[in-house]
């Protein structure tokens, strides 16, 4: 898949915020970390980096989705 250079900006920046914020987080506050990107933004390069394999996205008991990095990155 062909990726325009804003798609692959947004990847980075999401990564380097996962980085920042520790290995498991809420995606809200992944989108908070980000106040540059849109939530859609934000959201896609989550859904991106998920299918990649670099992420895994899940739904808590409170309903909150949250996002776990894969430490072998």
């Not at 692959?8 to 987080?25: F, G, K, M, P, Y």
């Not at 995606?27 to 670099?54: K, N």
Request: glycine share 2%.
């Amino acid at each position: 898949m062909k990726r325009d250079v804003a798609h692959t900006a947004s990847i980075d920046r999401v990564r380097n915020a996962l980085e920042q914020l520790d290995t498991d987080c809420a995606l809200q506050e992944v989108v908070d970390f980000c106040p540059e990107l849109t939530w859609c933004q934000a959201f896609l390069a989550i859904d991106h980096l998920s299918r990649e394999g670099h992420v895994q996205v899940t739904l808590d008991i409170s309903g909150t989705y949250r996002v776990r990095t894969n430490r072998s990155d």
